[in-house]
């Protein structure tokens, strides 16, 4: 099996955005120049520890995550979201720089200090606080509306007032932090909503947004709480600060924002996988100095080797997660069928199933889009394709799946690999929908046929019984006038009217028979057909049966095979013309092959297909088998009937 790459002519063109590759690389290395700088410095400082060496911690962190996630997002678009998160990877790099410079000022008072000393109480706030505050109401692509207008004021609001009071005022800290907790709070319940309530093309990746959001707000509550140990403030704003740069790349790689892929992953797992290590390395620091204050260099030499340790188990963690965010569900076959299944037992109906399995395969796989086609019929559609597109087919038939990778990509060897594993799930699905189709047919012909022959029923009371028993009453009429004044033609009159009832008794037992006599569920089909010939003899046609059927042969075939040889004798004896027909009925190797013919005028070129035709394909079609009607040699008709039969 293989694929081919096609020109998908009906798909839209799509667009990213317009990237700056220059200020992107300026945000990058700038951030992990003050990052690198202020460990540097931070590490000739030798400062003691106390809890603003894990806010330091917290800014290094943040400094080297932010602004790789930053510089990577600008060189593909230029949006606010980058901005911000620029913002912040420079305030905070700032603010690790300003905190090491003044630790080493105070070992050496003839370096200047100047500006650069407030930075570490300032410079971090406005990129910081938006990140939670602002960064949730515009990850997104559609246009902004009042109430993403209004959270964004509201966050602005919030960042500028915790800036100005804190940095130009005394008031208590809970006065400028309550704000920030109470906006943050609202921005995650609003993204938790639009998760459930949203589009469902926005809906993707918000579940980690929300959280991030309200990680991110809960870890400013201890800064207003009085009495609060001194390690829990910043070890949570390190905690966040190392997810929620995670729970944004979720929202903008799952739903491919600003054409961002790849690249991103990447910088996702660079970042994410120097923030772990950095933190393992400082943590174990801390820690042993504390239960070892005299026995810095073993504690470095301990945490060295925790980190050295700790590279490759983290690198594979990482790897795996930042490979799901990247090409989905996909890398792990078992968790991807896992998700088609969900998806196929979720389907209301075998019309939604395909619908189910291509969003579940273009979710599992992050694709663009996914078609499952039938020839050239689209039979399901997720996502539409703006590039070129990749056929896989589904099974040995016609159908196939085309999909397409998000802009400026290609399939990789692993998604086309999951896609030729997941095709056999749509080929179930396709199974599944063929099904349902074929019954939805035989359904619809069952329903034609059964009308038509109730109206058949119908017309033969009314047209035939009702009128002739209407007659009977009339003559009966007739004969009591007759009876005292002409006795011999009354009883004349009663003979006849006698006649008549006669072949109306005979007309009502063949309708009856024809539908379903009694005999063949008491004695079989042979004795069912038996009857059939002596019903016909009565009437003046001869029947010659040729049968060689087990005894006691019933059920659905035996019923079908009746009703073909009632149906297809019945026309003989109207329409052909002729005095007899035969009837050649056997059952040999797993088949019951029946045949009707008559010598009589043939077939009508201007003859149209009646009821007791369609009934004959019909009972044939019920139990799998055909029935083929076509000309005598040298003249006359001939029914032909195979059904598939089993002897139990």
Do not use: K
């Not at 590759?21 to 990058?28: E, F, G, L, T």
Request: aromatic residues 6%; proline residues 5%; hydrophobic residues 50%.
């Amino acid at each position: 099996m293989h694929t081919h790459r096609i020109r998908d002519t009906d798909a839209t063109n799509g667009t990213a955005g317009t990237g700056a590759p220059v200020p992107a690389a300026v945000v990058a290395v700038t951030s992990w120049f003050l990052a690198v700088t202020a460990v540097v410095v931070f590490l000739a400082a030798r400062p003691e520890l106390d809890s603003d060496q894990l806010f330091f911690l917290v800014d290094v962190v943040g400094a080297a995550v932010y602004g790789t996630v930053a510089g990577v997002i600008l060189a593909r678009s230029v949006q606010a979201v980058p901005i911000l998160l620029a913002v912040a990877s420079i305030g905070v790099g700032l603010a690790a720089l300003s905190y090491s410079w003044t630790r080493l000022a105070a070992m050496r008072p003839d370096l200047p200090v100047g500006i650069l000393g407030p930075l570490q109480n300032t410079a971090w706030i406005p990129g910081t606080l938006a990140l939670f505050l602002v960064v949730p109401w515009l990850v997104r692509d559609r246009a902004s509306d009042t109430v993403v207008r209004a959270g964004v004021v509201a966050g602005t609001v919030a960042t500028a007032w915790f800036f100005w009071a804190r940095t130009f005022t005394d008031i208590a800290d809970v006065w400028f932090v309550g704000p920030v907790v109470a906006v943050g709070f609202a921005t995650a319940a609003r993204v938790a909503w639009h998760r459930r309530r949203g589009p469902v093309d926005e809906r993707s990746g918000t579940g980690w947004l929300a959280l991030g959001g309200a990680l991110m707000t809960a870890s400013y509550i201890p800064l207003a709480v009085p009495d609060v140990p001194w390690m829990l403030t910043p070890l949570l704003h390190l905690v966040t600060q190392a997810f929620y740069p995670v729970a944004i790349l979720a929202v903008v790689l799952r739903q491919r924002l600003w054409g961002i892929d790849l690249a991103v992953g990447r910088a996702a797992l660079a970042g994410s996988l120097t923030a772990v290590l950095v933190t393992c390395y400082l943590a174990v620091t801390v820690v042993i100095s504390l239960v070892l204050p005299n026995e810095s260099v073993f504690a470095q030499a301990v945490a060295a080797t925790a980190v050295a340790l700790a590279v490759q188990p983290a690198r594979v963690w990482l790897g795996r997660r930042v490979h799901r965010l990247v090409y989905g569900d996909g890398v792990d076959p078992v968790r991807a069928v896992r998700i088609l299944g969900r998806h196929f037992a979720g389907a209301d109906s075998p019309d939604l199933l395909l619908g189910e399995l291509a969003a579940g395969i273009g979710t599992a796989l992050r694709l663009e889009s996914v078609e499952v086609r039938r020839g050239d019929e689209v039979l399901a559609r997720w996502g539409v394709a703006s590039g070129p597109v990749d056929v896989v087919p589904v099974g040995s038939g016609p159908a196939t799946l085309v999909v397409s990778a998000p802009p400026g990509e290609t399939l990789g060897a692993r998604s086309r690999r999951a896609l030729i594993e997941l095709a056999t799930v749509v080929e179930a699905g396709l199974v599944v929908l063929r099904s349902a189709e074929e019954l939805e047919e035989a359904r619809r012909r069952l329903t034609e046929v059964r009308l038509e022959e109730r109206r058949t029923v119908r017309r033969e009371l009314h047209d035939g019984l009702g009128p002739s028993l209407a007659g009977v009453r009339l003559g009966l009429q007739g004969a009591r006038n007759l009876v005292t004044t002409d006795p011999d033609a009354a009883a004349e009159l009663v003979d006849e009217l006698l006649r008549e009832l006669d072949r109306q008794v005979d007309g009502v037992r063949e309708l009856s028979r024809s539908l379903l006599p009694p005999v063949l569920d008491e004695l079989g089909l042979t004795a069912a057909l038996d009857e059939l010939v002596i019903t016909h003899a009565r009437a003046g046609f001869r029947v010659d049966l040729q049968a060689d059927l087990p005894a006691g042969m019933s059920g659905p075939v035996a019923w079908a095979a009746y009703g073909i040889a009632s149906e297809a004798v019945i026309n003989a004896r109207r329409h052909s013309g002729a005095a007899e027909c035969t009837v050649r009925v056997a059952a040999d190797d797993g088949v019951l092959a029946l045949e009707i013919a008559d010598d009589g005028t043939g077939l009508a070129a201007e003859a149209r297909v009646g009821v007791g035709t369609q009934s004959m394909r019909e009972r044939a079609r019920e139990v799998g088998g055909t029935v083929g009607i076509e000309s005598g040699d040298p003249h006359g008709v001939v029914v032909r009937a195979r059904l598939p039969w089993h002897e139990s």
